[in-house]
């Protein structure tokens, strides 16, 4: 394609306005963000039922089923009780930082659902640089939570800030070398094109490159096994050990929010977004993003927590060589063409070439000498 | 080829967290469902026998804490004593048992009752009619085989993980 025409491809993209909408523009940006932010809390709420019932069922226990009928009410319960708290403000905190933190941490999560499609082209803005607007957008919540260790003069919070800005720096690059296959074999990175591009979900097609991106997506969001950054028994709480009142609720529903937000973009991805047989797409989206949270809160309840350097390790040693290995092997195949009447056989070469890579890499994971800074 | 270090730890244990999802929860719903206690439980409350107590002092002596507090008078025509005052600060009882193994005449017994709490200290004070066996208030099976036959079998966890959902 000549650089012209992509020019022009991209002037016609970039036109927001949906003809078929009385109003046009207007109307379809309120619509949407009514919908987005409604989505996005509703989501928090349910989110976090299934992850405490969830997680209390697989160590034994019930989880919370007093309010509401099976504890339904559980998540409005606990937003009452902590909106209804002090708000306390340490003496020696910057007061405008402190203040400001929560609120920087939270607008780009919500954010990031501006390019996610729930149905066909159903999406605030389909940008046709989606994906690169998420990656980019999804960082700045990090200057939030620094902004919160910084500002809350208090050791334990720095040092969670601290471990926080070093994970995102380190699990970013796998990240994004994920995103990268999936946007060479869909050849777009408008999230919307690429849900239409998926005839078979990309997992099959990209097993591997799923894992990475599972994995690097769970530390970008600070989940267990990698939340480092406020590991309670080391550092009291991390960055929210000064907040209170609804600045901590904030932080509370940036965290949800944020793992709302990785599950939908893995949904996206590599599940194939709003596709899905006899369901409605909005319903299958849905499912699809309530399916990969279920399994954040299985490796959570499974898995204890890394060491500092562990991560480190994890990231640099074991995820960014695998993601360029996938990446190589991706554009390998999209150059050789894919033979459409045997997706099969490719996703069972996909898989068997994952299964390989993990064994031989976890092999020389151990000659590198794991989480030890010398070799 | 062993695959120890491979991964393979993960994928056990994401197995048995998904094992215990599907499993029967080993909690119980405490004031609705009550697990019963061990048939010799030693329960926070005295239980006093008024006929066989001679008021020979054995248990007041006996208790390490001092928490039982006996008075009694003379009664020369019967010529025996008379327990004019028996009370126990149950505040101060550790629930060692000695009292019961140290009376003579099996006047006095542990309880079977583990919901005591109180919300004043002098609550916590049983006096001679708070003692008395009554129905609501059970003498545990201990240092008492005997009575500790009649009560029902301890619930254990492990009937309740096998147990069907």
């Known amino acids: 394609m000549a650089i012209a025409d992509l020019n022009i491809y991209n002037l016609v993209h970039l036109q927001p306005i949906p003809p078929d909408w009385p109003g046009g523009f207007w109307w379809h940006w309120l619509f949407f963000t009514v919908v987005i932010i409604g989505f996005v809390l509703t989501m928090v709420m349910g989110v976090i039922y299934i992850e405490r019932r969830g997680m209390g069922r697989m160590q034994s226990r019930l989880g919370p089923n007093r309010t509401g009928p099976f504890g339904l009410l559980q998540p409005v319960a606990d937003a009452v009780k902590v909106l209804l708290k002090e708000n306390i ?12 933190a929560p609120v920087i941490a939270f607008a780009p999560v919500l954010m ?12 605030l803005a389909d940008l046709n640089i989606g994906i690169l607007y998420i990656v980019a957008i999804s960082s700045v919540s990090t200057v939030g939570i620094f902004m919160a260790g910084w500002g809350s003069s208090n050791k334990y919070s720095l040092l969670g800030a601290m471990r926080n ?7 970013e690059i796998p990240l994004v070398l994920a995103i990268v296959g999936v946007v060479l074999i869909a050849g777009s990175l408008s999230l919307n094109q690429i849900v239409v591009a998926q005839g078979i979900p990309f997992i099959l097609l990209q097993p591997l490159g799923f894992l990475l991106f599972f994995a690097a997506g769970c ?11 406020e590991a309670d028994s080391e550092i009291v709480a991390g960055f929210h050990t000064e907040y209170s009142g609804m600045k901590f609720a904030m932080f509370y529903l940036v965290e949800y929010a944020e793992a709302v937000a990785i599950s939908a973009i893995i949904a996206t991805l590599f599940l194939g977004g709003w596709r899905g047989p006899l369901l409605p797409p909005w319903l299958w989206f849905v499912i699809k993003v309530i399916i990969v949270f279920f399994v954040m809160v299985w490796t959570r309840t499974t898995l204890p927590r890394l060491r500092i350097d562990q991560l480190m390790a994890f990231a640099w040693k074991f995820l960014f060589p695998m993601s360029l290995l996938n990446l190589f092997i991706t554009a390998l195949q999209v150059l050789a063409g894919w033979p459409t009447e045997l997706w099969w056989l490719m996703v069972m070469v996909n898989i068997a070439i994952t299964a390989t890579m993990v064994l031989i890499w976890s092999k020389f994971f151990f000659k590198l000498g794991r989480g030890r800074i010398e070799v | ?18 094992r215990h ?3 029967h929860p080993t909690v119980s719903q405490y004031p609705e469902q009550r697990l019963n206690i061990s048939r010799r439980f030693r329960g926070n409350e005295l239980i006093w026998n008024l006929e066989k107590c001679t008021g020979c002092g054995t248990c007041a ?11 009694t008078s003379t009664e020369m025509t019967e010529n025996k004593y008379v327990v004019e005052k028996y009370q126990v600060d149950t505040g101060y009882c550790i629930q060692c048992g000695l009292c019961v193994e140290a009376c003579p005449f099996e006047a006095l017994y542990l309880s079977h009752a583990f919901e005591c709490a109180k919300y004043r200290r002098g609550e916590l004070v049983q006096g001679k009619e708070d003692m008395l066996e009554t129905p609501e208030r059970k003498v545990s099976g201990y240092f008492f085989p005997d009575k500790a036959e009649k009560l029902p079998r301890q619930t254990l966890l492990v009937e309740k993980v096998t147990e069907k959902q």
């Open chain 1, 219 to 229: 530390a970008e969001i600070n989940r267990s096994p990698f939340d480092l950054m």
């Open chain 2, 21 to 23: 999802l599907f499993r």
């Open chain 1, 165 to 171: 800005v070093a994970a995102i720096v380190s699990y």
């Open chain 1, 89 to 100: 403000v340490p003496d020696a905190a910057d007061k405008l930082v402190h203040w400001l």
């Open chain 2, 1 to 18: 080829m062993k695959f120890e270090r491979y991964g393979i730890g993960i994928a056990k244990g994401l197995t048995v967290t998904i």
């Open chain 1, 112 to 123: 990031i659902f501006t390019v996610i499609p729930f149905e066909n082209g159903a999406l």
């Open chain 2, 61 to 71: 002596k006996t208790c390490p804490q001092g928490a039982i507090d006996i008075v």
